[in-house]
Nanobody, 117 residues
């Protein structure tokens, strides 16, 4: 059974930082591309960042809106993917979801990030 558990969300002031974590189980983590999505109220879910498998180079991609501010990484020994978020803006406020590109696609439950003064 695939399980993805996000953590690390919370309330932060503009300009602040947060690190999200997603602990994975139930599949061979090192062989799966991992992604972070977010969804703000009234908006569609959007792709924020992705990281390929280490075997394919661990290539990272980012949405234009977060390039230079967010960093995705993975620790295959811990079956965990991270999203380091710096220079946060109010428009980054959303529920952030972890996604594993397993054959059927798997989602975490989401973690709320609120950027507000």
């Amino acid at each position: 059974q695939v399980l993805l558990v996000e953590s690390g969300g919370g309330l932060v002031q503009p300009g602040g930082s947060l690190r999200l974590s997603c602990a994975a189980s139930g599949f061979t983590f090192s062989s799966v591309t991992m992604r972070w999505y977010r969804q703000a109220p009234g908006n569609e879910r959007e792709l924020v960042a992705a990281i390929s498998t280490t075997g394919t180079g661990g290539t990272t991609t980012y949405a234009d809106s977060v390039k230079g501010r967010f960093t995705i990484s993975r620790d295959n020994a811990k079956n965990t993917v991270y999203l380091q978020m710096n220079s946060l803006k109010p428009e980054d406020t959303a529920v952030y979801y972890c996604y594993a590109r397993t054959p059927s696609g798997s989602w975490g439950q989401g973690t709320q990030v609120t950027v507000s003064s």
